[in-house]
Every structure is written in C-alpha cells, then in structure tokens.
C-alpha cells in the first residue's frame, strides 16, 4: 500500500518488515506504525497516516482465513435470514481457529461470475487463495475481477464456453501458468435443465466434459501441488425424482460416478477428489427466483419439501466446497457431500 | 463553574469556509432535494467555553449522574434485540443498572436491576427467562415487575406484596430504538425527540435491523470520544488520506431544540486542498486506492464522481429500499450526523451508522464507545447481532469484518482519545475553546447539558 498525504504531499509506502516508508521532498524516513521515528533523514510522520497504514497491511497479512461469515453476508443475498456464524454468546477468549490451510493456494473455479460459482470464488478470495474463473459472457467476468481482486485475490479470467473443450483445456493450463500452479479445480459450470436431444448434448459438453477435460488440463499441476483437490459440483437432481426426466439429472449422476472412479484413480498422486450435491439453491437472478415467478406452484411444493423451511443460499454451498476442498478435509475422498437442508428424503448411508 | 454564553451571532451571521456551500450542491441535484436536506436552522448556538474538569473530574461525573443520567431519556436498546417474549437486556450507564425486557402481553417494559431484598443485579447478562429470579436467595418477580415468590415467605411478614413490586422505568420507543427515564416525573418522550421523526420519515429506521453491534472501550471522558464524531473539523488533521473526496469544511451545520445535526458533502474536493483533484482522484481517496495499483472503479466520463457514487449505492441498495430511485445523490453520497441530546447519534439517509457513547462504569476518564449498523432488508427481519466487545488495548481494526474500511477511519479517530484525556488532565489553563460554526453540533450539546446541570 502506497497513500499520498492530500496536504503535505509525503508517500507513505509499507515495507514488509511492517514499518512504513515516508518520503518528502527528496528527504526519507522510516517510522513504526505506532509514530516512532526509527531512521532515516525525516523525521516526522503523521502519526494518523501511520495508523492508517497498519491496518491496511498488503497481502497476505491481511488476509488470516476466517471462514466466519461477515456481518454484511449475514441477511442472505435476498434478506433470506441465514444463521449467523461468529456471534456465540459463549466465553470471551473462546474462538474457534480451524485454520483450512488455505492461504497462498491456487483456485480454479468453472462458471464464477454468479450464484453459487461466484460465492465459491469469493470464499476462496476470503480465505488467502488465488483465483482463476471463466464465464461465457464478458460482463460478467469484469465485475468478478474487481470483487475478488478488492478481496485482496490475483485474479486470472477469461470469457470461455466450458463446452469449447480446445479452449477450455487451454484456458486451465494458462490460468495454473499465471498463478504459478493449482492446487484446488472446481468444476460448476452446467448446460442446464430443458428438454430434448439439445440438452443431453449441452449437459455431457458442459456438466460431464466440462470436469473431465479440466481435470485432464489441471492434473499436472495437482499433482505437483501438495494439497491437490478436486470438487465437483453435482445436484439432488442425481438422488432422488425430480418429476421430470432430463439430462441434467442423469449428467449429474454420471458426475457422481466419475468422481468416485477419479477419487481412487488419482488417490496415490495425491489428489482428493469429492462431490458437492446441492439442493435447491435461492438467489437473485438464479433459477429458482425464475420458477417461483413463472412456476409459482412447483416452487412452492419444492419448498415445502426443504426440512429446514427454506432453500439453501449460494454462501451456504460455497462454505462446504471451500472445507471440503482445503487441506484441513485432508482424509475425505470419494465422498458425496448433500448439502440440501434436508430436501432429500433418502436414508443417507 | 457554570458556562455562560460570550458571543450571541444570527442565524447565517458567522463566517464561512470559501468552496461551495451545501446548498449550492443541492441545487445541483436531478431529482427532487426533499425538504428535509433544505431546513437550516433559525438561530445558532451561542459560542461557550467549557471548563476542562467537566472532563476529567469525578465530582462533575457524579454531577452527570445525578443531574443528567437520572433524569434524561437515552437509548437503551434496539426492539429487535428483545424479539420475544422472556427476552431481556441489561443497560448499564455509569453505577446505574436497567433491565429492558418484553413481558408476556408482547410490550416493553424496563425495571432497575437490583433485587429488593438485598441489592443482587437480578440479572448479570442478556437472555430469555420466563420470570425474574434473584440468583442469591431466589427472590423472584414476573416479567410485569409485579412479586411471584419469596422463598420462606413466613419470614418476611413486614413485606407487603404490591409494596415490593419492582419499580417501573419509564420507556418510550422510536425508530426501532428502546428509550428508558429513571426519572418518574420526567417530561414527555414527545418533547424529547421534538422534530427528529420529521427528519427521519423517508429513512424509516424501524424498518431496519441490528446487522452489526460493535463496544469499544476507551481511555477518556465520554464526551471526548463523543465530540471526536461531532464535526468534520478535525477532517483535514485526523484523516488525511480522504481530503481528495471530502468537502470537509462545505459542511452544514444546523441545532434544534433538543438535536442537532451536520451534513458533510462526499465526492466534492476539501478547501483546504491547494490543487483541484479529479473525478477519479475524488473515488480513488474515499477507497484509498494505493498508487501503485489501479483503481478499483473508473468513473465515466460523463459522471461526477458524486453522481457515481449515488448511482453505486443505488444498485447496492436496490433488492432492499424500494424508493431508491427517488432518492438524491446527497442521500447516497453524503454524511448526515445528526446527534439527539445527550448521547444518541443516528445517520439521516441509508448510511447505517449509529454511535452511543456512555461512560464506563462510574468513571470520568473511562467510556464505551457503540457503533450500531442498521440496515434495510426484504421479507422477514434477520435476528439483530450480538454485542462484540474490543478491550482497551485491542485497535479498532479488530471491527473490520464488520464495518469494512470505516473500522480504520475509526482507528485514526481512537488514536488521538486517549492523548485528548492526557492533555486535559494535565493542561494548567481552564477551558475548552470551541470554532463558532464547525463546532455547533458541540456547544449545542454543552447548552444543553448546563440546562440539565441548572434544572
């Protein structure tokens, strides 16, 4: 961090021992945080300026993984009421610190310029990782950049349809390039639910290469990592009747299926690989928000089956990926997690 | 020693800062400014000094106690903090202790607390209980404050039922907000709050929710923290690194009766700045970009840093304040502090924050310092936050989860607290000397507080 005094004109520029540089007028100082000179020819400093500049530490000392969600996320993106993390009334001095290990890890997440991509994307932001996603539009991929690089994240994003296998594998391989590896892949992008022999092309393009072809691409890389991770983003759809055959369900399974082959393929390489399964997920502009305008009464009856009263939220999805993909899951492979609120209603042996 | 007014100046009378006023800024609006944002006051507040043991003495913190803690409606709680029936919290203000609770009809009422038999506090934390039950001998009252048990109660003939009932506390609800008065002969909550409802009617504050709830303590007088968030005076000294984006000095300053308010006007350059900063520069301060990186947001090139910051906070409210289309860029962009007498400071507009300040335990140089986040939302009200505590040594920054880069401004205003509460202590002359204009805000409050001090 750099700031410029707006009256005096000095640069105050941290140095990584945790000091700060003050320059003026040809003249340089260096100073504590807490407004003692320690050398240098200057030697005065605003001690605010100072202040300032210790709590705006660069990367990564800022960032100290903290998976506890922020006040700001805690009413849901819609105003749904979520439960509260980090505000246990119980004994001062008592905070959990499961450190996932995920600081300084390279992230590749498919489809993370919305919903539960993008807040799969910022979690990883949160907890020190770098990023790298792609999107089909354009758009989308620029505001993604800025929020995750405000989250203090180097950002590598590029507008690629998953489908594109040649692109797609190129895409991988420069982002592992530009990140200087990966550790983590998450494949999340879907051709989506419709009818028709179209679908069952743009769900095996999409759902099912879509997560061969980016392990294929990123496996060099997870394996030299030393906490090689793999999620792949299933659905409920894959569990149980949804009322309607269709080939986002079946491509859904067929993910669950590869998963477990590739958790037992790529095991002594020393790459993990498991299985988000997410049941309905509500958010602004996602699908669900369009069913409950257009399908009033499927929306309703699929509420009605969520045991906890409510559908899920993106964040609530993206906090399990982030666990289950960091070191601190390092035990878990081959696994299914359903992260439905209970809108299965299967035995889950 | 009392105060006494030393220069009497007409509303509009006083010098000001060259650069624009805030009026001229409004006039710049394209929607309609509502009237509200156009009120100046009448008259201004007479210029005092205040003598420095106001803020070091026990005597006058006793003084305090008496005069105004006992006897004036202050904030005590939000309404959502005690959702449901059973809920209660505890209030502390220097050695006095209230209970707020919702009894079972569902209404707010408020009793000391401190059991009748041998002084306990009934109640050490915030919680839900079905009945008030003194943990030493079990001495036990309902929610309504009226005697349930007393264990033994053959041994107590001299004590008459409705003789113990716990004695009420007057409480008055606004905006949300839970109001308690020790004082039983206290004048009306209406004349308290005066006006202030008018000037909130298009920023309803009960359709908000607790979303953070964040106590600071800090080494110094209540009202040096307090005056620290009274005026944009100390802008150009305290907080260099915003100047590009803050028309610090432009700031309007208006007092009513019992309530005063400051409009600091955001994306408009200090005057105090010698070279005229750009657009860009202006949003590049306000989230002190560093100047070796990019910056975070570019502003179009037919926008106003000022229009571009209320078009960002337009989208960031849109899915939770239905009329934000309506509203100016000055409620989006600027800084509304208003400050109701004696510790109670919501921001008008949607900027969230609410300060208390209130000094800690029965000390003059010892205070909480609160900053409540209200926000709007949709549907069903998410649960209020619980308190977070930050320890005298702890730094502000430990807020940053919850209140972002305001959490730092923060740091740098707590910095100069505890170096006031020194000087002051040490200082050999015998007043306090405030600006005419840029300190309204505080000697309004000081008027008010000697009106107290002389009732």
Not at chain 1, 86 to 95: A, F, I, L, M, P
Not at chain 2, 149 to 176: M, S
Not at chain 2, 262 to 286: G, K, Y
Request: hydrophobic content about 40%; proline content about 6%.
């Amino acid at each position: 961090m750099k700031l410029r005094h707006a009256m005096t004109g000095a640069i105050y520029t941290n140095r990584p021992d945790g000091r700060v540089d003050v320059e003026l007028d040809g003249k340089t100082g260096v100073f504590e945080t807490t407004g003692e000179y320690v050398s240098g020819e200057l030697r005065q400093a605003d001690p605010h300026m100072l202040d300032w500049m210790r709590d705006s530490q660069p990367v990564p000392n800022r960032r100290t993984g903290n998976m506890g969600v922020g006040a700001a996320e805690a009413a849901g993106p819609a105003g749904v009421a979520l439960p509260q993390l980090g505000t246990s009334t119980r004994t001062e001095g008592r905070k959990g610190h499961m450190d996932l290990g995920l600081n300084g890890r390279k992230v590749l997440v498919t489809a993370a310029t919305r919903g539960i991509g993008l807040s799969i994307a910022q979690h990883f932001a949160d907890e020190g990782c770098d990023v790298a996603l792609c999107a089909r539009g354009e758009g989308g991929i620029e505001t993604a950049t800025k929020d995750l690089e405000a989250r203090g994240a180097k950002v590598f994003a590029r507008a690629v349809d998953v489908a594109d296998g040649g692109a797609f594998k190129q895409f991988v391989a420069d982002a592992a390039d530009a990140l200087g590896g990966l550790d983590i892949f998450v494949s999340n992008a879907s051709g989506g639910a419709g009818p028709g022999e179209k679908a069952w092309q743009a769900s095996f393009d999409v759902d099912m290469m879509g997560a061969v072809r980016g392990v294929d691409a990123a496996l060099p890389s997870l394996e030299a990592s030393d906490a090689g991770s793999v999620i792949f983003i299933s659905s409920t759809a894959a569990l149980e009747y949804l009322g309607v055959p269709q080939a986002y369900n079946a491509m859904k399974a067929a993910l669950i299926a590869h998963a477990g082959d590739m958790s037992q393929a790529l095991a002594p390489k020393g790459v993990r690989v498991n299985v988000i399964s997410p049941g309905p997920v509500y958010f602004e502009g996602g699908n669900w928000e369009m069913i409950k305008q257009a399908m009033p009464a499927m929306y309703e009856g699929a509420l009605a089956q969520c045991a906890i009263g409510r559908m899920g939220a993106p964040e609530e999805i993206a906090r399990a990926v982030v666990f289950l993909a960091s070191p601190a899951a390092s035990l878990i492979t081959g696994a299914n997690l359903v992260c439905d609120g209970g809108f299965t209603k299967r035995m889950p042996f | 020693m009392a105060i006494e007014p030393l220069i009497e100046i007409e509303a509009g009378q006083g010098p000001r800062s060259s650069g624009v006023t805030y009026q001229d800024l409004l006039d710049a609006e394209t929607r309609e400014v509502p009237e509200v944002l156009r009120m100046q006051a009448a008259r201004e507040t007479p210029v005092v000094r205040v003598p420095i043991d106001r803020y070091t003495s026990q005597e006058f913190h006793d003084l305090e106690v008496e005069k105004v803690w006992k006897k004036v409606w202050q904030f005590a709680c939000r309404e959502e903090q005690i959702p449901e029936p059973g809920d209660h919290t505890v209030y502390d203000i220097a050695n006095l202790s209230i209970l707020v609770l919702r009894d079972e009809s569902g209404e707010i009422r408020a009793h000391h607390n401190v059991c009748l038999h041998r002084g306990r506090a009934l109640k050490d934390f915030d919680g839900n209980s079905s009945d008030l039950r003194c943990p030493f001998h079990g001495w036990t009252w309902n929610l309504d404050g009226s005697l349930k048990e007393i264990p033994c109660r053959w041994d107590f003939p001299d004590v008459d039922q409705d003789d113990y009932a716990l004695p009420p506390v007057k409480v008055a609800l606004w905006g949300g907000f839970v109001f308690i008065n020790l004082d039983p002969d206290c004048e009306p909550f209406e004349n308290h709050i005066g006006d202030l409802g008018k000037h909130f009617e298009r920023w309803p504050l009960e359709k908000r929710y607790t979303e953070a709830h964040v106590a600071k303590l800090l080494r110094c007088n209540w009202k040096v923290a307090q005056e620290a968030f009274m005026e944009a005076y100390h802008v150009v000294g305290t907080h260099p690194q915003i100047l590009a984006g803050i028309g610090d000095a432009n700031t309007q300053y208006d007092a009513w009766d019992t309530f005063s308010r400051a409009m600091t006007p955001n994306m408009t350059p200090s005057p105090h700045l010698t070279e005229e900063p750009t657009e860009q520069e202006m949003i590049n301060s306000m989230l002190s970009v560093s100047l070796d990186e990019g910056p975070m947001f570019n502003v179009p090139e037919d926008m106003t840093a000022r229009q571009m910051l209320g078009q960002m906070t337009r989208m960031q409210l849109q899915a939770q304040v239905p009329s934000v289309q309506e509203l100016t860029d000055a409620e989006l962009a600027d800084s509304f502090y208003y400050t109701l007498f004696p510790n109670f400071h919501p921001w008008g507009a949607y900027n969230k924050i609410v300060y208390r300040f209130r000094p800690y335990k029965n000390k003059p140089n010892e205070c909480i310092m609160e900053v409540l986040f209200l926000s709007p939302f949709r549907g069903r009200r998410p649960p209020a936050a619980k308190v977070k505590w930050i320890d005298f040594d702890a730094p502000w920054s430990d807020a940053i989860p919850e209140f972002g880069s305001l959490a730092k401004v923060f740091s740098q205003d707590a910095y100069n607290i505890p170096h006031v509460q020194k000087g002051l202590e040490a200082a050999q002359h015998t007043h306090v000397t405030f600006a005419n204009y840029q300190e309204t805000k505080i000697r309004h409050f000081h008027t008010l507080l000697e009106k107290y001090l002389q009732a």
